[in-house]
């Protein structure tokens, strides 16, 4: 039998393990560029092996730019029903990002992007609901391009290979890497299931969340690819404190540098940035939701040990925490609903503390339990 290529690896793990695509499934293969071909064809190879039923979405890049640039408030409020269908019957989502160029939506209208994150909001509950109850599964995950590789300052060649590491496809069984990765995070999950209250201290950051009632999920491939995060969504009106982003914020081709924000019962009052601050000033007021807390996690894959500017990458970095502004994630018990979901990175190598009901559990980028 020939040798399995590093696409065959990664469309056994996106198709076989993230999400288990079984005989007579409806599979969306979504890819954002062209660049995305090696990947896609294995995909599809891969679930029309497995009995089940493809179809095939590509895009071309900058048409999003256009449709900002050109669309009026009709436009930018439309959601096709065509897509719609698709968000409430396909029964696996697998999404391939291939960028060409990471900088396409940097000049874009904030007010006009802001307002087309609110319309498409209901397509993410559509799917969050449906994943939440068993209905659905989706992964995303990402082809090395010059695009990723500059943003990240590396050459083409370096970028693949940090790109098939982390992803432990250089290993002959990436699958059992991330069984055993799931195992430990698990076992953190667990233990913080038991657990109030989270605080995190470090550089201008002290900061309680209430978790009680809330469930920790260990991720370990199945939504996103490369992994490494154990997370959960905090009570909503039990966030209090501040907390400083010293790693770069990118979300949406856009970015955000010293990101300090301040949170009183579970929402934002304040909110400053070195730079980029009227970006950072419009996605937090893009709808009512937006200023609330979705999401607290820790990230885990020592594999990812710098800021790449792909938040897929940068928020799974070892010894790092990350904190989302917006929707809250149905399954872990969240309730807060917003067209924003901006995970913003803190590096906690340098000091970093978090206590669990006032017990030191994680200290410098590793948990001491």
């Known amino acids: 039998m020939m040798n399995k290529t590093v696409w065959d690896k990664y469309a056994e793990v996106l198709v076989d393990y993230s999400t288990k695509v079984q005989k007579g499934d409806l599979v969306q293969i979504r890819a954002t560029s062209a660049y995305a071909r090696e990947l896609v064809k294995a995909v599809y190879k891969r679930v029309i092996e497995k009995g089940a039923h493809a179809i ?5 890049e900058d048409m999003s730019d256009l449709f900002i640039k050109l669309a009026s408030d009709e436009q930018l409020d439309y959601v096709d029903p065509v897509t719609k269908l698709e968000y409430e019957t396909v029964d696996k989502f697998i999404s391939i990002g291939a960028p060409l160029n990471t900088k396409n939506m ?28 068993g209905d659905a599964s989706w992964v995303i995950a ?4 010059h695009a990723l590789a500059q943003e990240a300052k590396m050459s083409i060649d370096e970028y693949s290979e940090f790109l098939f590491k982390s992803c432990y496809l250089d290993l002959e069984d990436p699958v059992a890497k991330l069984k055993e990765l799931d195992e430990k995070q698990t076992n953190w999950a667990n233990y913080l299931n038991n657990v109030k209250k989270i605080r995190i201290t470090g550089d201008r950051t002290d900061i309680t969340f209430g978790v009680e009632g809330r469930k920790w999920i260990s991720c370990s491939g199945l939504n996103n690819y490369p992994d490494g995060e154990v997370f959960t969504s905090p009570v909503e009106d039990a966030v209090n404190g501040e907390i400083y982003f010293d790693f ?3 979300y949406r081709g856009n970015s955000a540098t010293g990101v300090h924000l301040w949170i009183e019962n579970g929402k934002i009052v304040k909110a400053e940035a070195e730079t ?3 970006f950072l000033n419009a996605m937090l007021d893009m709808d009512e939701g937006s200023r609330f807390i979705g999401e607290i996690a820790i990230g885990t894959n020592d594999e990812i040990q710098e800021i790449t500017g792909s938040i897929l990458f940068d928020e799974k970095i070892g010894g790092s925490i990350h904190m989302a502004a917006g929707a809250s994630y149905p399954e872990t018990g969240g309730k807060n609903v917003s067209g924003l979901h901006w ?3 803190k590096n906690m190598k340098q000091g970093g503390k978090i206590y669990a009901d006032d017990v030191l559990i994680y200290e410098n980028g590793k948990f001491l339990i």
């Open 106 to 133: 940097a000049r874009a209208d904030l007010k006009k992007l802001a307002r087309r994150g609110k319309a498409t909001k209901q397509l993410s509950e559509i799917l969050m609901k449906r994943s939440a109850d």
């Open 56 to 60: 095939v979405r590509t895009s071309i």
């Open 276 to 278: 980029g601050q009227a």
């Open 142 to 145: 990402d082809v090395p391009t």
């Open 343 to 345: 995970d913003m990175i």
């Open 248 to 250: 770069p914020q990118n």
